[in-house]
T-cell receptor
Framework: DAGVIQSPRHEVTEMGQEVTLRCKPI?????LFWYRQTMMRGLELLIY????????DSGMPEDRFSAKMPNASFSTLKIQPSEPRDSAVYFC?????????????FGPGTRLTVL | GNSVTQMEGPVTLSEEAFLTINCTYT??????LFWYVQYPGEGLQLLLK?????DKGSNKGFEATYRKETTSFHLEKGSVQVSDSAVYFC???????????FGAGTRLFVKA
């Protein structure tokens, strides 16, 4: 299996620009998670989807952030407009509800720098 | 609420030294416990897990035992290698829940 795929791996943009991060979960997994990792705040859960439906978005920082999952094999996280404080590594992870212990499989991450 | 507390890093050891990274948790119910590892430039990956009290998870020479009486899940390895240098995260997931709670992570440096 190819694992969780994220693109781009690196993104540098200027403040005010729109940023779209993409994720392809492992085939057959029905749960998808978006995380943000920074030195100051550690690993934060932003949003969780189950069977393509957003279940919990309480971790989304503000209205500038939005996430979609139009089908079982694709999800996006959008930031509009971006700000320097959004600079972080963003991870996508997926898991299968059929596994008894819900191990999460992480992608390699997207390193976002907002200038 | 649910939470995970792990020892602050960084931890610096010489090759072949014994490793312990402490982890304690607070949870309602009977959670599953995990250790994830993050190598430089990569995402987190599962290292080992335990689903009930007294279970021992093990992988790649690492071990951790689920201790309900002390609410702990300490990570140990008898002889570390340079290639073990990484950040280690303790985590819990409550039964029937979806939200894995991660600790802050402990960075390990192993010197040759």
């Amino acid at each position: 299996d190819a694992g969780v795929i994220q693109s781009p791996r690196h993104e540098v943009t200027e403040m005010g620009q729109e940023v779209t991060l993409r994720c392809k979960p492992i085939s057959g997994h029905n749960s998808l998670f978006w995380y943000r990792q920074t030195m100051m705040r550690g690993l934060e859960l932003l949003i969780y989807f189950n069977n393509n439906v957003p279940i919990d978005d309480s971790g989304m920082p503000e209205d500038r952030f939005s996430a979609k999952m139009p089908n079982a094999s694709f999800s996006t996280l959008k930031i509009q407009p971006s700000e320097p404080r959004d600079s972080a590594v963003y991870f996508c992870a997926s898991s299968s509800n059929s596994e008894s212990t819900d191990t999460q499989y992480f992608g390699p991450g997207t390193r976002l720098t907002v200038l | 609420g649910n939470s995970v507390t792990q020892m602050e890093g960084p931890v610096t050891l010489s090759e072949e030294a014994f490793l312990t990274i402490n982890c304690t948790y607070t949870a309602t119910g009977y959670p599953s416990l995990f250790w994830y590892v993050q190598y430089p430039g990569e995402g987190l990956q599962l290292l080992l897990k335990a689903t009930k009290a007294d279970d021992k998870g093990s992988n790649k020479g690492f071990e951790a035992t689920y201790r309900k009486e002390t609410t702990s899940f300490h990570l140990e390895k008898g002889s570390v290698q340079v290639s073990d240098s990484a950040v280690y995260f303790c985590a819990l997931l409550n039964t029937g829940g979806f939200k894995t709670i991660f600790g802050a992570g402990t960075r390990l440096f192993v010197k040759a």
